[in-house]
């Protein structure tokens, strides 16, 4: 199973960048996003589509539907420059599945 | 606060064995609620699982890796472990330890360890 993240996406302060994870029928799986800053391990910012950790702000937002799930951000700020992967299990082969990863630049 | 820290040797010479342990703190591994999992980084490059466990020994590999890896757990340490077998340069990677919130491994980590660079060199 393979999950398909842009390598890039660009956006200037205080806009909103959406990051795409395609994948077949990927809206009949639960998604998982993590942000990982540089130097830094994965942070799990958003969990089964669309839900929270605790401490994530609510600027970060997730859906996911058909072919795509996407992680939304909006008022994005500086610190929200990072690296983010998006993860399934693939229950076909029961495996965990990671998307090539997003590096989200702000402007 | 539940804390994951991996240890073993940041170096490894090709063909040979890569050991890895991961230590939880604040937290049982014993806990019915969790599978414990490792992920992988190449410099430069995306995350990639390895594999993971549950405190009873029940493991998920990675198809990839499956015939190389073993992931043991050892309750009363409250560790777990990473042996990957006949390492080559490709192997080199940052190494993470993580806990999968899910009790059958198949949902989100929600909590990783700082992870820890193995370089595969002679």
């Known amino acids: 199973y393979v999950l398909t993240q842009p390598p890039s996406v660009s956006v200037a302060p205080g806009q909103t960048a959406s990051i795409t994870c395609g994948g077949d029928?990927?809206?009949?799986?639960?998604v998982h996003w993590y942000q990982q800053r540089p130097g830094q391990a994965p942070v799990l910012v958003v969990f089964?589509?669309?839900d929270r950790p605790s401490g994530i702000p609510e600027r970060f937002s997730g859906s996911n539907s058909g072919n795509t799930a996407t992680l939304t951000l909006t008022r994005v700020e500086a610190g929200d420059e990072a690296d983010y992967y998006c993860?399934?299990?693939?229950?076909?082969?029961?495996?965990?599945?990671f998307g090539g990863g997003t590096k989200l630049t702000v402007l | 606060q539940l804390q994951l820290q991996e240890s073993g040797p940041g170096l490894v010479k090709p063909s040979e064995t890569l050991s890895l342990t991961c230590t939880v703190s604040?937290?049982?591994?014993?806990?019915?609620?969790?599978?414990w999992g490792w992920i992988r980084q190449p410099p430069g490059k995306g995350l990639e699982w390895i594999g993971s466990?549950?405190?009873?020994?029940?493991?998920y590999y990675n198809p990839s890796l499956k015939s190389r890896v073993t992931i043991s757990v050892d309750t009363s340490k409250n560790q777990f472990s990473l042996k990957l077998s006949s390492v080559t340069a490709a192997d080199t990677a940052v190494y993470y330890c993580?806990?999968?919130?899910?009790?059958?491994?198949?949902?989100?980590?929600?909590?990783w360890g700082q992870g820890t660079l193995v370089t595969v060199s002679a």
């Open positions: 089964d589509d669309s």
């Open positions: 993580a806990r999968d919130i899910g009790a059958v491994g198949t949902s989100e980590f929600d909590s």
């Open positions: 466990i549950y405190y009873s020994g029940s493991t």
């Open positions: 029928d990927i809206g009949s799986k639960s």
């Open positions: 604040g937290g049982s591994i014993s806990s019915s609620s969790y599978y």
């Open positions: 993860h399934v299990w693939d229950s076909s082969s029961d495996h965990v599945v």
